[in-house]
Each structure stands twice: as structure tokens, then as C-alpha cells.
């Protein structure tokens, strides 16, 4: 695997990650986003009706807190979750946690980890961990890692064990890395941890990236656990520590806002979580990604499963639950009012449709709310890397945060 980068400008990195899998055969751009499942299958999706969606990531994200409970089973299959869930040629990469999931605090040893699947919690060893990687077979994986550090108000002394924990189970994770035979041609990423004290996310950067690791995770970044101001300046800190060839993977964030602001500090890669969280609230994405839009071109690219017409959606704030209500740069289609627009055009009728298949809790509603998402996502990405390429990022990012503000 090796990260070969075309531009690099503003902080921002532009560039191919090549090599990937046991082939070496596929690649993904970056700044770029993970394909989201959950237990190794896309919600909502078929397999059949995911691969409708035009330039899906060539990178598959499963994590061990959906899949540790079905450990005996995978390693009685012998082939790996590629096989059993039945995925098309795709590359796995396994995450310790589900970042569209909110996992108690405080069962944190320094011996294990715990995880949650539907049966509760989960206790693992660096062994365990290990075990439960050989019958997943990913092509690349997370270390354990004590990732417990990003609420508010942790002290100094927590968070340098966290990091000192960090490094062990990363130590570890190596030398039964290079003894299972399930995982030999698979690559190790190392998690740098730290929460918001500067000098530990240094200290954890600096001594991960003398591990023999193939890249990076940078946890601890949630989108709601901390301000983006203060995201963006440790990211920056921390990756000026890594090696420059080497790809940065963050967890936690999926916001348009928050994902242009971690690129700029010199963030590669992303979960797509964000998508499924926004189908769950029974909202359709609108971001205004466009580019210097041409008057000529306009209308000619395949459409979603939802268009807006250029229309802003309503921006309301989350309530204390931190549900029921939109957040930025979505359409709740849950709500009549947002669907009652003025003018009798085929996407108000959609969109009339898929607020008649939401209320009557229809199957189909979530499954053209997440294929219009996802599509959506992932355009917003590909505008992204078009944006750097020709050095209208600024532009690029008014245009987006315009659409946040409901301006």
C-alpha cells in the first residue's frame, strides 16, 4: 500500500492511494470516504442495489463490535467476512467500533477493551482481538486502542494512560500480527490518541509513527464531542508528526463542514456513517457542492434519487435528545411542510413519495432515502478532490457552508 500525492496545498493533500488489498490491485482516492456497513452489509441495501450507485469506494468498512459476537462462526467459515456476507471485489478495512454508535464509558482495563453487539458488552484481550481479526481477514485493520479520552473534562493523567495503553496494545497487535498466518498479507494501522492535550497527541503521533504500521488512525475526534476550531489545529499538529507517505484515516467525523475543515489540516480518509445517520432521521442530504456550475452542462449528469432544484432545506438545531429535528444540510422528508413546495415538478413529487413511504413506515423509504445519500456523499467528495485539484477550495467551501447556514 503507498500513498502517491499529486498536490498538496493549504494543508490539504490530493493523491492516490495505490496497492490496496491482496492483489494490490485497487486504489482510492483521496481526500476520500470508507463504504459504511454494519455487520459487513450496507443498511437499507442490497448488495444488488448498492452497486446502482456510480463510483463507490473501493474500500469497505467493517468493524469488531458488529462482528465479535459471530467470531466462532467466521472462524469455522475459514474464508473471511468478504465471503460469508457475500461482498463484490471490495477491500476491507476493520474498525474496533461503529462510529454511527454511542458505546458506554469507563470498561477500559489495561489489559482490555470492551465493545457492545446486540447481546451487550463485549470484554477484549489483545489476543481476543487478534483472533477475532484472523477469521474476519480484513486487508487492512485499527490496533486496539483505548479510545475513551474525547469527552470533556478527561484529566492529563487519563489521557496519557490512554496513550501509554495505546502503544502497548499497538505493540502487541504487531508481534501476533506477524505470527498469524490469516494476516500476513494485511496491513496494521495505528490509532494516535491524546484527546485535547496537545503534547500527548504529539507524543502518541511521534512514537506510532515509529511503528512499522501502514497508516494512521486519529481517534478521538468526534464531531459532537469537540469544537471544530480546536479539531482542526491538533490534527494539524498531529500530522506534521507523521510521515508524509503514509494515509490518515480520522473516525468520528462525517459532517460536509467538519470533513472540509479535517482536510484541510491534513486529513485522507473517512468514515460514511454520516449517510446512514441522516436516512435514520428519515432526512435527504443537500449539500451545495457545486463548482463554478455552467449554465450549459447544467441538468446533463445523472440525476439522484432526489433532487432539490437548488432549493436550501429548512436548518433547524437538534433538540436536548438530539433527534426529531434536522441538522444542517439536511431535508427532513418526515415533515409535510418540507415536501409541499411550490410547482409541480417530477422532484417534488418524489419527494411527496418518499414522505408518504416514511410515515407509513415502508422499507422502500429508507432504501431511496440511503441511495440518495450515499450518491450524495459521495459526490460531495469527488467535488472535493475536484475542488483542490484546481485550487478553488475557498470557493468550494462557501458554497458549502452557505448551504449550513441556511443563508
Given amino acids: 500500500?503507498?500513498?502517491?500525492?499529486?498536490?498538496?496545498?493549504?494543508?490539504?493533500?490530493?493523491?492516490?492511494?495505490?496497492?490496496?488489498?491482496?492483489?494490490?490491485?485497487?486504489?482510492?482516492?483521496?481526500?476520500?470516504?470508507?463504504?459504511?456497513?454494519?455487520?459487513?452489509?450496507?443498511?437499507?441495501?442490497?448488495?444488488?442495489?448498492?452497486?446502482?450507485?456510480?463510483?463507490?469506494?473501493?474500500?469497505?468498512?467493517?468493524s469488531v463490535d458488529s462482528l465479535a459476537e459471530h467470531h466462532e462462526v467466521l472462524e469455522e467459515f475459514k474464508e473471511g467476512v468478504r465471503k460469508f456476507a457475500g461482498l463484490h471485489d471490495t477491500v476491507l478495512f476493520c474498525s474496533l467500533h461503529d462510529s454511527a454508535n454511542t458505546s458506554p464509558a469507563g470498561h477500559v482495563t489495561n489489559k482490555t477493551v470492551s465493545v457492545w453487539g446486540s447481546g451487550g458488552r463485549i470484554e477484549l484481550t489483545v489476543a481476543r482481538f487478534m483472533a477475532i481479526q484472523a477469521a474476519i481477514q480484513p486487508d487492512c485493520y485499527q490496533s486496539m486502542a483505548d479510545g475513551?479520552?474525547?469527552?470533556?473534562?478527561?484529566?492529563?493523567?487519563?489521557?496519557?494512560?490512554?496513550?501509554?495503553?495505546?502503544?502497548?496494545?499497538?505493540?502487541?497487535?504487531?508481534?501476533?500480527?506477524?505470527?498469524?498466518q490469516e494476516l500476513k498479507q494485511a496491513e496494521i494501522f495505528g490509532v494516535v490518541e491524546g484527546g485535547d492535550i496537545i503534547e500527548e497527541r504529539l507524543r502518541s503521533a511521534r512514537e506510532t509513527a515509529k511503528r512499522p504500521v501502514g497508516g494512521f488512525v486519529l481517534d478521538g475526534f468526534h464531531s459532537a464531542a469537540m469544537d471544530q476550531d480546536v479539531r482542526?489545529?491538533?490534527?494539524?499538529?498531529?500530522?506534521?508528526?507523521?510521515?508524509?507517505?503514509?494515509?490518515?484515516?480520522?473516525?468520528?467525523?462525517?459532517?460536509?463542514?467538519?470533513?472540509?475543515?479535517?482536510?484541510?489540516?491534513?486529513?485522507?480518509?473517512?468514515?460514511?456513517?454520516?449517510?446512514?445517520?441522516?436516512?435514520?432521521?428519515?432526512?435527504?442530504?443537500?449539500?451545495?457542492?457545486?463548482?463554478?456550475?455552467?449554465?450549459?452542462?447544467?441538468?446533463?449528469?445523472?440525476?439522484?434519487?432526489?433532487e432539490f432544484n437548488g432549493e436550501m432545506p429548512a436548518v433547524k438545531k437538534l433538540n436536548s435528545n438530539g433527534d426529531e429535528n434536522m441538522m444542517p444540510f439536511e431535508m427532513n422528508l418526515r415533515d409535510k411542510r418540507c415536501v409541499c413546495i411550490e410547482g409541480d415538478t417530477p422532484q417534488t413529487h418524489m419527494r411527496a413519495y418518499v414522505h408518504h413511504l416514511l410515515v407509513t413506515n415502508e422499507l422502500l423509504g429508507g432504501v431511496l432515502l440511503m441511495l440518495h445519500n450515499m450518491e450524495h456523499y459521495l459526490g460531495f467528495f469527488k467535488a472535493l478532490r475536484e475542488a483542490i485539484a484546481?485550487?478553488?477550495?475557498?470557493?468550494?467551501?462557501?458554497?458549502?457552508?452557505?448551504?449550513?447556514?441556511?443563508?
Fill in 148 to 180: 475513551e479520552t474525547w469527552q470533556a473534562g478527561t484529566s492529563r493523567k487519563r489521557v496519557r494512560k490512554a496513550v501509554d495503553r495505546t502503544l502497548a496494545h499497538l505493540d502487541e497487535c504487531l508481534v501476533l500480527h506477524q505470527k498469524t
Fill in 232 to 306: 482542526a489545529q491538533l490534527i494539524k499538529a498531529t500530522s506534521a508528526e507523521l510521515p508524509q507517505e503514509k494515509p490518515r484515516l480520522v473516525l468520528g467525523v462525517g459532517r460536509p463542514d467538519d470533513v472540509i475543515s479535517c482536510v484541510e489540516a491534513g486529513v485522507d480518509l473517512f468514515e460514511s456513517f454520516f449517510p446512514f445517520q441522516v436516512t435514520e432521521r428519515g432526512c435527504a442530504l443537500s449539500i451545495n457542492y457545486t463548482i463554478d456550475p455552467d449554465p450549459e452542462t447544467a441538468g446533463t449528469s445523472t440525476p439522484t434519487v432526489l
Fill in 1 to 62: 500500500m503507498r500513498l502517491d500525492l499529486s498536490r498538496v496545498a493549504q494543508g490539504c493533500r490530493l493523491g492516490v492511494l495505490t496497492g490496496l488489498g491482496k492483489s494490490g490491485q485497487h486504489s482510492l482516492e483521496v481526500p476520500g470516504c470508507l463504504l459504511y456497513t454494519r455487520c459487513a452489509t450496507v443498511p437499507h441495501l442490497t448488495q444488488d442495489t448498492l452497486h446502482t450507485l456510480r463510483d463507490l469506494p473501493s474500500v469497505t468498512q467493517v
Fill in 390 to 407: 484546481r485550487d478553488c477550495l475557498q470557493n468550494f467551501k462557501n458554497r458549502v457552508l452557505h448551504c449550513r447556514e441556511g443563508d
